[in-house]
């Protein structure tokens, strides 16, 4: 039982992955200011988050940190944490709506958002590419 559980549990993730949207982010490649509102954190452990307006992107070791070239970063369509924001809420809206029709609330993580988000970073004189999870952070204050 706990198998199907499991199984259904890992299937229902995959189906909301949305359509396979990528993002692309500018951490500083725009002379973004870096303080306390955009910062990047590396733990002890060798973790490495990205802030970004409120919002905690962690670098998804899983994958390889690469190298971008600034041609390929000039064909990018470079999102704002505002622009992701906006699309994020515009599917939870799709959600909802869905969920009046068949009944089902699917309460949509920041993770699901997109099928991949990448940083990028200017860092002696390299442009660093760090794919990332958008986590879903509650801050207290």
Known sequence: MKILFYLFFICSIKSYA???EIAHVSFNLNNEIINKDNRKIIEKNGEITF???GNYFRY???LEITN???NEIEKLDLKSILDLMIYRNEL???NIKNSEKNGN???LQN???YKQIYIYEKENGSILKYPVTWLEVIECQ
């Open 60 to 62: 998804n070791d899983n």
């Open 51 to 53: 802030y970004i307006k």
């Open 92 to 94: 939870i809206e799709k």
């Open 18 to 20: 949305q359509n396979g």
């Open 111 to 113: 993770f699901e958002v």
């Open 68 to 70: 971008a070239l600034q």
């Open 105 to 107: 609330l699917k309460i």
